[in-house]
């Protein structure tokens, strides 16, 4: 069923070229087995050599590969998390800060040749050769086809693989398999860059790192899991576990079909397809504490890529929100996380999420949290005057600092490649963004003049832009436009009501402007604008007056009793004083408005 998770060898095989690619592999650029008995055991540890005469392990790292292997087979969880989180991160500052560690060849024999062993640990030996070393094509290749074992044996399976991992290690597995796809496609698209025969190995195996594999990848999990329905399930109070199946039961295959739905987020907006993206988690409620709130790294992954789809879509108080919630969240927890191994890319995310908030602070205006306010303040100042003085050089700036590494699914050309194209995508939305803040570069002059007045000419306000009436109305309409947008408020992302976003909104009545400050208008209106259900009242409040049973005609100026108008309300009763109808309940609905 899963035919398509074929190794590069197993390709090259099927093609009937394996000997030829082979040949073309370069000498050089073959996994490089560092020779451990170059390293010298550290605190006086012996080494032990009896996995090879060629390499010499350090006691050390010896004894922590079997600790490590005998607490995965018992599932130790609380241990395994110890080890992936602490220990191995230890051992590599202390013995792999600039070197690899031992291939899977060379400690196989410690392990007996458990292979679900070695295909993990391989997991981990390729994600420190991203982190720390120069990535070749043959790791790049080798990776992928562990990645294939891995994913095979999850997913070809009649029955849940008895395996349990900690969930930081899951999403570590999701997160690395996308950043991978993400290289592999930037380091194809420099063509320009790579030798002869690198090239040539690269048109030969097209469907290693393919876009179509990665996609089925991230589904095949989704689907395995039924987590979607689960998700459906918990938003309506029912129990997941009756929708969950078999797989979806289990807390890996759970937890990787959820983090799968996260992975495709942000695939999808690498890929510019901001829509799509926002479809994918329709059941992850994003607003509430979830299952995402396990891991910080997946939190922070969430709405980041969110507010960004939000941004691109132009729903900018959506994507202020989503990354004002998220910074503040950082700025809480940061201490928190200082020893983490993904303290650096937080820290990272964080920049970004500044530099994306001003963008669209300044588009969108609005409160948020002083400190979150405060520190991008700090951050941006320097831009956001650029800003203020029209520069739009400066939302290129903040754009491109803040902005994902764009993606093209589609291979460069071999015989002709072009040396700009693995810019071509970040061109390609850099252009669709710039292109809708020139649409909007009046749109702050105009907001700052229209919250200073209540009723204004166009000629007046035209001569102060120094345009021409008739050409300003069409500024006036392009603000109505720009400001009315989508606003979430439950539900799936993608859902929203459309309303004015800015906190000034004006018509046009002939050639007069009349303006209203949005929010004082919003705040009286849900004073006066709300659901009003009467039942006929016998008496009506003692603490007023003693009258007969309130007539019908008079249950709509109940409001006047508590709203400190009761003399009203007296005089109103009292010019009433003929029989009254049998009490009866009345439920109407009372909508007023300023208007």
């Not at 191995?88 to 560690?101: A, G, M, N, S, V």
């Not at 400690?107 to 458990?114: M, P, S, W």
């Not at 609005?366 to 941006?380: A, F, G, H, N, W």
């Amino acid at each position: 069923f899963f035919f398509f998770f074929l190794s590069a060898r197993a390709l090259a095989m099927y093609s009937g070229f394996e000997e030829t690619v082979q040949d073309q592999v370069d000498a050089e650029a073959l996994p490089s087995m560092h020779k451990y008995s170059e390293l010298k055991s550290a605190d006086g540890d012996e080494a032990d050599s009896d996995v090879g005469s060629t390499y010499v392990l350090p006691k050390a790292v010896k004894d922590f590969i079997i600790h490590f292997r005998r607490n995965l087979l018992a599932q130790n969880n609380f241990e395994i998390e110890s080890i992936y989180e602490s220990h191995f991160r230890r051992l590599t500052e202390q013995y792999f800060k600039d070197e690899p560690w031992p291939s899977a060849e060379v400690i196989a024999g410690l392990v007996e040749e458990d292979q679900l062993f070695l295909t993990l640990y391989r997991e981990l030996y390729f994600r420190h050769v991203y982190a720390k070393l120069k990535v070749t094509l043959d790791h790049r290749f080798e990776s992928y086809e562990n990645y294939c074992d891995l994913f095979n044996y999850i997913l070809d399976s009649k029955q849940p693989v008895a395996l349990e991992l900690p969930n930081r290690w899951l999403w570590d597995i999701i997160d690395e398999f996308i950043y991978q796809y993400q290289n592999f496609t930037q380091y194809r698209a420099r063509l320009h860059d790579r030798t002869e025969e690198e090239r040539e190995l690269l048109k030969e195996n097209p469907q290693v790192w393919n876009v179509h594999i990665v996609l089925n990848v991230l589904h095949s999990l989704i689907d395995k899991s039924n987590i979607n329905e689960q998700l459906q399930a918990m938003a309506e109070g029912t129990d997941a576990n009756e929708v969950a199946g078999s797989f979806g039961s289990r807390a890996l295959y759970k937890m990787l079909g959820y983090f799968s739905l996260v992975g495709l987020l942000r695939l999808h907006v690498l890929l510019g397809d901001y829509h799509q993206a926002l479809q994918v988690i329709e059941h992850v409620e994003i607003n509430k504490k979830g299952i995402y709130s396990r891991v910080p790294a997946c939190q922070i992954t969430i709405y980041y890529y969110v507010g960004f789809s939000y941004m691109m879509l132009r729903r900018y108080q959506d994507a202020v929100r989503s990354f004002a919630n998220i910074l503040y969240y950082i700025l809480k927890t940061q201490n928190f996380h200082q020893s983490s191994a993904g303290y650096d890319s937080m820290m990272k995310k964080r920049d970004q999420l500044f530099s994306l908030l001003a963008i669209v602070m300044s588009l969108c205006p609005q409160r948020i949290d002083e400190q979150v306010q405060k520190m991008m303040t700090e951050r941006c100042l320097e831009r956001l005057q650029r800003i203020q003085r029209g520069d739009e050089s400066a939302y290129q700036e903040l754009f491109s600092h803040g902005c994902p590494k764009f993606l093209s699914p589609s291979p460069p050309s071999y015989e002709a490649p072009d040396p700009d194209f693995s810019m071509a995508p970040y061109q390609l939305q850099l252009k669709i963004f710039m292109e809708e803040i020139k649409q909007q570069s009046l749109l702050p002059t105009i907001r700052s003049y229209l919250k200073l007045y209540s009723t204004m000419p166009i000629s007046k306000l035209a001569s102060f832009l120094e345009l021409d009436p008739e050409k300003f109305r069409i500024h006036l309409l392009n603000y109505k436009h720009k400001t009315n947008q989508l606003v979430w408020s439950s539900g799936p992302a993608l859902t929203g009501t459309r309303m004015p976003s800015g906190d000034v909104d004006f018509y046009i009545d002939k050639d007069m402007i009349h303006i209203a400050d949005v929010k004082v208008r919003a705040e009286e209106r849900r004073e006066l604008s709300l659901p009003v259900f009467f039942f006929f009242l016998q008496p009506p409040p003692p603490l007023l007056f003693d009258v007969d049973p309130v007539p019908v005609e008079l249950c709509l100026f109940l409001p006047l009793a508590t709203s400190g108008c009761p003399l009203l309300w007296r005089i109103l009763c009292a010019s009433n004083q003929q029989n009254a109808p049998q009490p009866r309940q009345v439920k109407c609905s009372l909508s007023l408005s300023l208007s």
